[in-house]
Nanobody
Framework: VQLQASGGGLVQAGGSLRLSCAASGSIFSIASMGWFRQAPGKQRELVASINNSGWTNYADSVKGRFTISRDNAVNTYLQMNGLKPEDTAIYYC????????????WGQGTLVTVSS
């Protein structure tokens, strides 16, 4: 599975951005897709995920502000509203995929910078 992320950028606090991730390759084996982020000096953390049934999971820090969605087995999106400076990070698209055992696949990161 290959993942191509896009949509990062610079935005002022309170603004919005929409991240997109397009999957290719063995998309039939994808069980879930999600977004992680890594801020300088911090560990990578889950932001949001969505499985094939549409069940979603969010980090407490983004609940009510971010929305993850999928329009098919290929594309997933992260709508980020009410952005805060602490949301500044590199955001990575993730897919859990595999015919039997699911393994993580990663896209290239996209930088989100929120200015105060």
């Amino acid at each position: 599975v290959q993942l191509q992320a896009s949509g990062g950028g610079l935005v002022q606090a309170g603004g919005s951005l929409r991240l997109s991730c397009a999957a290719s390759g063995s998309i039939f084996s994808i069980a879930s897709m999600g977004w992680f982020r890594q801020a300088p000096g911090k560990q990578r953390e889950l932001v949001a995920s969505i499985n094939n049934s549409g069940w979603t999971n969010y980090a407490d820090s983004v609940k009510g502000r971010f929305t993850i969605s999928r329009d098919n087995a290929v594309n997933t999106y992260l709508q980020m509203n009410g952005l805060k400076p602490e949301d500044t990070a590199i955001y990575y698209c993730n897919a859990m995929a595999g015919s039997v055992v699911k393994s993580p696949y990663w896209g290239q990161g996209t930088l989100v910078t929120v200015s105060s």
